[in-house]
């Protein structure tokens, strides 16, 4: 939920107006206020998931925004962490929590590292890139990986069809969809371009391998299902 210390209306419909990078800028100093930022049960949660998949060295939080997926790569790894995104007002608040870790300004689809890493690890970041996008950020992801490492990420479950959340993402996507047509520059987030199965299909192009845990401390649905799978994408050894 927003706090009374987050952005006021006219400050996200700044934002909203802005391009990605500007709107983030301008955003910054309040993200951590706003729901936009990955809640800790979430950051614990994966870290539990992940654990029992290391041990690991080197870490990189891929569009890490003000570096909540840090501390996730802080408690796994032994070696160094690296955050890397392409706003440095986003940057400027990761450094205050986490000043010991190597910040990189940079764009996710042209990253600047050799493969020197044993686990990336992204969140809530996927919904700024087009469909068209997201091979070659996987792409990315498996170069700067070393052989045998890891991508993960978590991937909640779609809403029930036709439930309040389903009706929310849908109108949200439609709505920037509309602003997108009418108004530049564009502002590029939508909540249902990233599904399992095209994720997976991506993935595997790119050259991982795949599979999916279920992030257990989220819960399941009445059917039984995860809330929450964690997507688990392991550069093979050549």
């Not at 042209?110 to 700024?128: E, R």
Request: one cysteine or more; glycine letters at 10%.
């Amino acid at each position: 939920m927003f706090t009374p210390q987050g952005p006021t209306v006219r400050e996200l419909a700044v934002q909203a107006l802005s391009s990605v990078e500007h709107g983030y800028d301008l955003l910054a100093r309040k993200f951590d206020e706003t729901p936009f930022r990955t809640p800790d049960p979430v950051l614990d949660a994966v870290t539990d998931t992940l654990r029992p998949l290391g041990p690991f060295d080197t870490g990189l939080d891929l569009c890490c925004g003000t570096g909540a997926g840090l501390s996730v790569l802080r408690s796994l790894c032994t070696g160094r962490i690296t955050g890397v995104d392409f706003s440095g007002g986003m940057l400027t608040e990761a450094r205050r929590s986490h000043p010991t870790a190597t910040l990189v300004r940079a764009d996710a689809l042209a990253l600047p590292f050799a493969p020197s890493f044993d686990l990336a690890v992204s969140f809530g970041a996927f919904g700024h890139f087009l469909p068209a996008e997201q091979s070659r950020l996987f792409t990315q992801a498996h170069t700067v990986l070393r052989p045998g490492g890891l991508l993960a990420f978590p991937l909640p479950a779609p809403p029930r069809v036709g439930s309040l959340p389903y009706w929310t993402l849908l109108g949200f996507d439609a709505a920037m969809r509309i602003r997108n047509a009418v108004w530049r520059p564009r502002f590029v987030m939508y909540y249902r371009t990233f599904g399992l199965a095209d994720v997976r299909e991506r993935l595997t192009g790119a050259g991982f391998s795949v599979e999916t845990l279920p992030i257990e401390a989220l819960g399941r649905q009445e059917d039984g299902s995860p809330r929450c799978r964690l997507v688990v994408a392991r550069k093979q050894f050549v």
